[in-house]
């Protein structure tokens, strides 16, 4: 089954403590992305992904680290969490083709205390 | 820089009437697409409906048509004889540079709370 999976799908953490959530898809796409759900905002993307070893910031980088070693994985780490990140995090990844739509996981959602 | 505006946070419709949630959108790009996603109580984002800024033809995809207005930069996503299971939050995005496939990052409205009542 095509998808993209995320890992894990709850968790709640303490201020200062790096984590990473992990992200990874069976579709061969060129294309990866994380985005950030809040209340009344949105989706906004936080980093993306043209291709292996290619990254760079969205809209919201402040705090978040990638990498893309290999195609199907693209993680998210937070070096040292803090309260306002506190939010429901979606890895999404498509194909670089005309029209393409974006698959995502289901979500991530951090607490920060 | 691209903006997606959803005006109705939240709306009510009877199950097996039809309902528009309304997406307006503005880019300086001549090349975009636009999507909706629902994303129901349980969190996970569905891809519904794509229309094209070259696209002559609104699209549909069974239940789901995009009611593509161009001069007034409008997407409108109607949903026809809707069912219990249609009730969760719906988005509508844009992504410009469409046609190579590049473009960047998806913008998304802020959402439409659908309930669909008995």
């Known amino acids: 089954e095509a998808q993209v999976t995320q890992n894990p799908r709850y968790l709640i953490t303490v201020t200062g403590k790096k984590l990473t959530v992990t992200c990874s898809q069976n579709m061969n796409h060129e294309y990866m992305s994380w985005y950030r759900q809040d209340p009344g905002l949105g989706l906004r993307q936080i980093y993306y992904s043209m291709n292996v070893e290619v990254t760079d910031k969205g809209d919201v980088p402040e705090g978040y680290k990638v990498s893309r070693k290999e195609k199907r994985n693209f993680p998210l780490i937070l070096e040292s969490p803090s309260p306002n990140q506190t939010s429901l995090y979606f890895c999404a990844s498509r194909r670089i083709v005309q029209g393409s739509e974006a698959f995502f996981g289901q979500g991530t959602r951090l607490t920060v205390v | ?118």
């Open chain 2, 1 to 118: 820089a691209q903006k997606i505006t959803q005006t109705q946070p939240g709306m009510f419709v009877q199950e097996k009437e039809a309902v528009t949630l309304d997406c307006t959108y503005d880019t300086s790009d001549q090349s975009y697409g636009l999507f909706w996603y629902k994303q129901p109580s349980s969190g996970e984002m569905i891809f519904l409906i794509y229309q094209g800024s070259y696209d002559e033809q609104n699209a549909t995809e069974g239940r789901y048509s995009l009611n593509f207005q161009k001069a007034r930069k409008s997407a409108n996503l109607v949903i026809s004889a809707s069912q219990l299971g249609d009730s969760a939050m719906y988005f509508c995005a844009m992504r410009e540079d469409i046609l190579t496939g590049g473009g960047n990052k998806l913008t998304f409205g802020t959402g439409t709370q659908l309930k669909v009542e008995l």
